[in-house]
Nanobody, 121 residues
């Protein structure tokens, strides 16, 4: 089994910072990429940021310059440092990973259950 567990969400005032963490655990052979998506009420889920195993990063235009994605040396924990938060950043943030589990020689996509970030004005 593979699990992605997010943490670090909460309520914060506009202009402040939060750091989200996501730990991938279980029967993992390799991880190709990890990322963060978010879904605000009534809106579709959107990519926020992603990082590949060679540390190539991608950001949504709305967060570029404010958010930073990174990962630890094991490659199984990914962080999202969110600075200068705005009310429009309010959403459930989901961790996502493209990885190959040990039980199947095929890259699969996994999701965490999400963590709520609320930014007050």
């Amino acid at each position: 089994q593979v699990q992605l567990v997010e943490s670090g969400g909460g309520l914060v005032q506009s202009g402040k910072s939060l750091r989200l963490s996501c730990v991938a655990s279980g029967t993992i052979f390799s991880i190709d990429a990890m990322g963060w998506y978010r879904q605000a009420p009534g809106q579709e889920r959107e990519l926020v940021a992603s990082i590949t195993k060679d540390e190539t990063t991608t950001y949504a235009g709305s967060v570029k310059g404010r958010f930073t994605i990174s990962r630890d040396n094991t490659g199984q924990t990914v962080y999202l440092q969110m600075d200068s938060l705005m009310p429009e950043d309010t959403a459930v943030y989901y961790c996502n990973a493209d990885l190959t589990p040990t039980y199947m020689p095929l890259a699969l996509n996994f999701w965490g259950k999400g963590t709520l970030v609320t930014v007050s004005s």
